[in-house]
């Protein structure tokens, strides 16, 4: 069964483009042009990836975004016009998983579309396993089963990539991983310089699961190296 994605963008020109694009890679395409609509047609259709440009109608890209974070852990893409890094840390800060600023790349889109419908069957298809693997960290708690975590007992509701971000940490105890290690292991492609996508995502799940995310206890950085957890198993 073909994969469904929804694009958002109030430009049926760009939403037009985009869905040639990708019905060429054999996806269904599903379309909305602002933001109540698209809200509308994830209540009705089964959708595998969202692609959901900032500025849109009645109600914006962020807003949508955090609404679709509430109820769904599947990947959004964000797309805008704006490419400063302002803009970027506030649309993965609200959860998505990818910014792509236009114009882009077919070639790029396309992977990048790929990239992130491979991680989400990947590790769906993990927590399909039988075993299931707690791991303690102090307060928290990770039960990869159902991917959840908890902070002192309580649900911490983080996004995909935070939580694949934070197992990652958890399994490798002591292993410094390098900004380029973390974003090729989760996001399964290659890191270019300048690319500030982990460091948002860290300091939004720090900000989730350390007492005080200034000075962090669980997620710590090894100056000049990358990240690492130290725990004891308890």
Same mark, same amino acid.
């Given at each position: 069964?073909?994969?469904?994605?929804?694009?958002?963008?109030?430009?049926?020109? /760009?939403?037009?483009?985009? #869905?040639?694009?990708?019905?060429?890679?054999?996806? @269904?395409?599903?379309?909305? $042009?602002?933001?109540?609509?698209?809200?509308?047609?994830?209540?009705? @259709?089964?959708?595998?990836?969202? /692609?959901?440009?900032?500025?849109?109608?009645?109600?914006?890209?962020?807003?949508?975004?955090?609404?679709?974070?509430?109820? +769904? *852990?599947?990947?959004?893409?964000?797309?805008?016009?704006?490419?400063?890094?302002?803009?970027?840390?506030?649309?993965?800060?609200?959860?998505?998983?990818?910014?792509?600023?236009?114009?882009?790349?077919?070639?790029?889109?396309?992977? %990048?579309?790929?990239?992130?419908? %491979?991680?989400?069957?990947?590790?769906?298809?993990? +927590? +399909?396993?039988?075993?299931? $693997?707690?791991? @303690?960290?102090?307060?928290?708690?990770?039960?990869?089963?159902?991917?959840?975590?908890?902070?002192?007992?309580?649900?911490? %509701? &983080?996004?995909?990539?935070?939580?694949?971000? &934070? &197992?990652?940490?958890?399994?490798?105890? *002591?292993?410094?991983?390098?900004? #380029?290690?973390?974003? #090729?292991?989760?996001?399964? #492609? $290659?890191?270019?310089?300048? *690319?500030?996508?982990?460091?948002?995502? /860290?300091? %939004? &799940?720090?900000?989730? /699961?350390?007492? *005080?995310?200034?000075?962090?206890?669980?997620?710590?950085?090894?100056?000049?190296?990358?990240?690492?957890?130290? @725990?004891?198993?308890?």
């Amino acid at each position: 069964m073909a994969q469904v994605i929804l694009i958002v963008d109030d430009d049926k020109d /760009i939403c037009n483009m985009i #869905e040639l694009y990708l019905t060429d890679e054999g996806y @269904h395409i599903v379309k909305a $042009n602002d933001g109540l609509e698209a809200m509308d047609l994830l209540a009705i @259709h089964p959708v595998d990836l969202v /692609i959901l440009d900032i500025m849109l109608p009645k109600l914006d890209g962020i807003e949508v975004c955090r609404r679709i974070r509430e109820k +769904n *852990n599947l990947p959004i893409i964000m797309l805008s016009a704006k490419s400063a890094d302002i803009d970027k840390a506030i649309g993965l800060s609200t959860g998505a998983d990818d910014y792509i600023a236009k114009p882009f790349s077919p070639i790029e889109f396309k992977a %990048r579309v790929k990239a992130q419908l %491979r991680r989400y069957t990947y590790f769906n298809n993990a +927590n +399909n396993s039988p075993e299931q $693997n707690v791991i @303690h960290i102090r307060g928290l708690k990770i039960v990869e089963i159902s991917r959840s975590v908890f902070l002192y007992d309580k649900p911490v %509701r &983080l996004t995909k990539t935070e939580y694949e971000i &934070l &197992l990652l940490l958890a399994r490798n105890v *002591n292993t410094v991983f390098s900004l #380029e290690d973390i974003f #090729e292991k989760v996001w399964k #492609e $290659n890191y270019y310089d300048g *690319n500030n996508t982990v460091m948002v995502h /860290i300091a %939004r &799940l720090r900000e989730k /699961i350390e007492d *005080n995310p200034k000075e962090p206890k669980i997620i710590k950085n090894v100056w000049g190296v990358g990240y690492k957890i130290e @725990h004891e198993m308890v």
